[in-house]
């Protein structure tokens, strides 16, 4: 069973920035994204990164967050600046290989105003 650790998270004011890892026990997955949720809300996409390292975002954070992985060291990562209050969530790890989606247990990231 693979697991997924994230780290990075905590609270940091309006404006400031904050980087996420997700290591990975093992093995390069196909597809590795960073999903959120905040209180009360469903899960959402937040961005994707793939084997070619072709990336995709959701436009509430296009131009303030990037991802990237680093094979070599089966880590994920989540670049954020410029975050916003309602960036307010935990942010979760996901990968993808075959038919199998694992996730992590998440990070916490708070943003104040």
């Known amino acids: 069973q693979e697991q997924l650790v994230e780290s990075g998270g905590g609270l940091v004011q309006a404006g400031g920035s904050l980087r996420l890892s997700c290591a990975a026990s093992?093995?390069?997955?196909?597809?590795m994204n960073w999903y959120r949720q905040a209180p009360g809300k469903e899960r959402e996409f937040v961005a994707g990164?793939?084997?070619?390292?072709?990336?995709t975002y959701a436009d509430s954070v296009r131009g303030r967050f990037t991802i990237s992985r680093d094979n070599a060291k089966n880590t994920l990562y989540l670049q954020m600046n410029n975050l916003k209050p309602e960036d307010t969530a935990r942010y979760h790890c996901n990968a993808v290989t075959g038919f199998a989606s694992y996730w992590g247990q998440g990070t916490q990231v708070t943003v104040s105003s």
């Open positions: 990164i793939d084997s070619a390292f072709s990336t």
């Open positions: 093992r093995s390069v997955f196909t597809i």
